[in-house]
Antibody, heavy 121, light 105 residues
Framework: EVQLVQSGAEVKKSGESLKISCKGSGFTFTNYWIAWVRQMPGKGLEWMGIIYPRDSDTRYSPSFHGQVTISADESTSTAYLQWSSLQASDTAMYYC??????????????WGQGTLVTVSS | QSALTQPPSVSGSPGQSVTISCTGTSSDNRVSWYQQPPGTAPQLIIYEVSDRPSGVPHRFSGSKSGNTASLTISGLQAEDEADYYCSSYTGSSVLFGGGTKLTVL
């Protein structure tokens, strides 16, 4: 069974760093792109970026480039999303998802359960 | 980046059909659709304009004309009440539409 299991909810203060995770199982992790999507409270989905764990090819949305870092460890089938200095505006639910292709619109066919990040000022 | 524009809300009664539009897509078949019931993660319901993943009911169908993609839900059911998002790969990144809230009356 394909699963993406994300790390648990986080409560942090402004200025702190954070790294959340997304562990894949039930599929060959290195054959798929892993995407990260933000959903702020009461708002829509926002594409943050995507990584291909086999060669760490990473693409960022212009809106998030320089604001976050996406990485992956193929040995543990885990992708990561990290911040060096959180801001209150980073408060959101963050989803990871599996995408079979970058250029073909096959979509994100499996999603993690989401990680809620709350940042207080 | 160009935006994908969706109506903020649509509604329909059980058994009726509703259509959600997504304007601003490219001329090829790069459109997917997601359903997100309240408090849950999104779920893929349409990819490459009109294909359905296994397990998605045939009541959900997709189409495209020019730069506007459409999601049609036939035979509305109460459990279809959710937010719906279109998405498209632009050649340099992926965009999501702003989302459409479907209310089943």
């Amino acid at each position: 069974e394909v699963q993406l299991v994300q790390s648990g909810a986080e409560v942090k203060k402004s200025g702190e760093s954070l790294k959340i995770s997304c562990k894949g199982s039930g599929f060959t992790f290195t054959n798929y792109w892993i995407a990260w999507v933000r959903q702020m409270p009461g708002k829509g989905l926002e594409w943050m970026g995507i990584i291909y764990p086999r060669d760490s090819d990473t693409r960022y949305s212009p809106s998030f480039h320089g604001q976050v870092t996406i990485s992956a460890d193929e040995s543990t089938s885990t992708a990561y999303l990290q911040w060096s200095s959180l801001q209150a505006s980073d408060t959101a639910m963050y989803y990871c998802g599996r995408r079979p292709s970058l250029v073909r619109e096959l979509g994100i066919d499996y999603w993690g359960q989401g990680t809620l990040v709350t940042v207080s000022s | 980046q160009s935006a994908l524009t969706q109506p903020p809300s649509v509604s329909g009664s059980p058994g009726q059909s509703v259509t959600i539009s997504c304007t601003g897509t490219s001329s090829d078949n790069r459109v997917s659709w997601y359903q997100q019931p309240p408090g849950t993660a999104p779920q893929l319901i349409i990819y490459e304009v009109s294909d359905r993943p296994s397990g998605v009911p045939h009541r959900f169908s997709g189409s495209k004309s020019g730069n506007t993609a459409s999601l049609t839900i036939s035979g509305l059911q109460a459990e279809d009440e959710a937010d719906y998002y279109c998405s498209s790969y632009t050649g340099s990144s992926v965009l999501f539409g702003g989302g459409t809230k479907l209310t089943v009356l």
